[in-house]
C-alpha cells in the first residue's frame, strides 16, 4: 500500500497555492493529501478564456487575483470560506477517481450530520446544490485530483467576481456551467468555524499519512513557479484562446461598436464601426488598442483621446460600460 503525506500551512496566497500543486505533482515523486486555504481568487480552468468567465473589472478593483490552475473544469470563486483540497496518488485507469477521492469527503460531512452525496460528474451536493466541485489532471503515472468544499463562501462576491462584461464573445475555451451553489455551514446540525471544520478534516487525514512540511528547497522552488508562471499575466489571462468579441452601446454621442480578437490576452484585428461622427480617422485610433491586454487600466490608457477622434466621446464613459 502506498504511503501518503499529509501537509497544509497558514499561506492563503492564491499564486503560492495553485504553484504548490504543480510543484508536488510534477517535482517530488511522494503521494500527499494537501489541505490548504486561499484568500480571495478566481481560480480559472486551464482551458478557459478568463476575459469571458470573470468580471476582470472588478477583480482588479476590489485586489481579487485571477488565477489558472492546471486542471480543466469551469471557473470557481475561493476565500478564506472555502477550503480546498488535494490528492496526488497513483494513476489507476480503470478506477473512478473522482468518487473515490470525494468520499472522504463526504464521509466527514456525514458524521457531521450533513446529507451529502455525490453527483453527475465530479460534484459534492446537499439537497441537489454544490458544496463542491472536482477536477483532476495526470502526470506520468501520477492523478492530481482537487476540489473546492464551499463551507461559508461570501455568495455575494462570488457573484460578483464571475459576472463578466456585457461584451459578446464567440471563445474556443470551454465554458463554465454554472451550478445552484450552496454552504456546508447552513446544513450543519451544530454551529462551527472554518477553522474547526478543516481541523476536524484534517484530523481525520492525519490517521493514515505521515505528516509534512514544506523543506526550504520546496519553498524556493514552489517561489519560482510563482515568479516564473503563476503570477504572470501571460498564464492567467494571457493563455486564454483566440476569441472573436463585440461590444456595442449607444452613448449620447451615437451607436459605438468595438471588434476584436483576443490572442494571448491581448487585443487583435481591433475594428471600430458606428453613427458616430468622425473627427480624425478612426483607423488611426484602432492601431492604438492592438496588442493592448483586456485590462481596465490598459484600455483607460488608448482610449485617453477617442475624444480627438470621435465626436462627443469620453474614454471613462466607453471603458466604464466596457468593464461594467
Known amino acids: 500500500m502506498e504511503k501518503f503525506y499529509f501537509l497544509t500551512h497558514d499561506n492563503t496566497d492564491a499564486y503560492f497555492n495553485l504553484a504548490s500543486e504543480e510543484y508536488l505533482l510534477k517535482q517530488t515523486d511522494k503521494y500527499y493529501i494537501y489541505l490548504w486555504v486561499n484568500d480571495r ?23 481579487v487575483k485571477v488565477v489558472r490552475r492546471l486542471t480543466g473544469g469551469g471557473t470557481v470563486y475561493h476565500d478564506k470560506g472555502n477550503i480546498c483540497y488535494t490528492v496526488i496518488a497513483p494513476y489507476n485507469q480503470e478506477e473512478e477517481h473522482y468518487k473515490k477521492f470525494t468520499a472522504p469527503i463526504i464521509e466527514y460531512l456525514n458524521e457531521l450530520g450533513v446529507n451529502a452525496t455525490f453527483s453527475g460528474r465530479n460534484d459534492v451536493t446537499i439537497d441537489g446544490k454544490k458544496i463542491s466541485g472536482n477536477a483532476q489532471t495526470v502526470f506520468k503515472d501520477r492523478i492530481m485530483h482537487h476540489g473546492t468544499i464551499l463551507f461559508d463562501t461570501d455568495s455575494s462576491e462570488l457573484a460578483s467576481c464571475l459576472n463578466p462584461s456585457k461584451i459578446k464573445m464567440q471563445s474556443k475555451g470551454i465554458k463554465s456551467v454554472r451550478a445552484r451553489v450552496t454552504n456546508v455551514i447552513d446544513y450543519l446540525p451544530k454551529k462551527m468555524t472554518a477553522n474547526e471544520f478543516m481541523e476536524g478534516l484534517k484530523n481525520k487525514f492525519i490517521k493514515t499519512c505521515s505528516p509534512y512540511q514544506f523543506s526550504n528547497k520546496d519553498l524556493i522552488e514552489i517561489n519560482k513557479l510563482v515568479d516564473e508562471k503563476y503570477s504572470k499575466y501571460s498564464w492567467n489571462i494571457g493563455r486564454s484562446p483566440t476569441g472573436k468579441n463585440t461590444f456595442e452601446h449607444k452613448f449620447p454621442f451615437g451607436i459605438f461598436t468595438l471588434n476584436f480578437d483576443t490572442k494571448e490576452g491581448k487585443l487583435a484585428n481591433v475594428k471600430i464601426l458606428g453613427d458616430f461622427f468622425e473627427k480624425k480617422d478612426v483607423s488611426q485610433f484602432e492601431s492604438k488598442l492592438e496588442g493592448k491586454r483586456f485590462e481596465k487600466s490598459e484600455f483607460l490608457l488608448a482610449f485617453n483621446d477617442v475624444g480627438e477622434y470621435i465626436s462627443g466621446a469620453n474614454a471613462n464613459d466607453i471603458v466604464d460600460k466596457i468593464f461594467e
Not at 481568487?41 to 482588479?60: C, F, K, S
Open 41 to 63: 481568487a478566481v481560480i480559472v480552468g486551464t482551458n478557459q478564456n478568463a476575459i469571458q468567465e470573470v468580471n476582470l473589472a472588478y477583480t482588479e478593483k476590489n485586489g
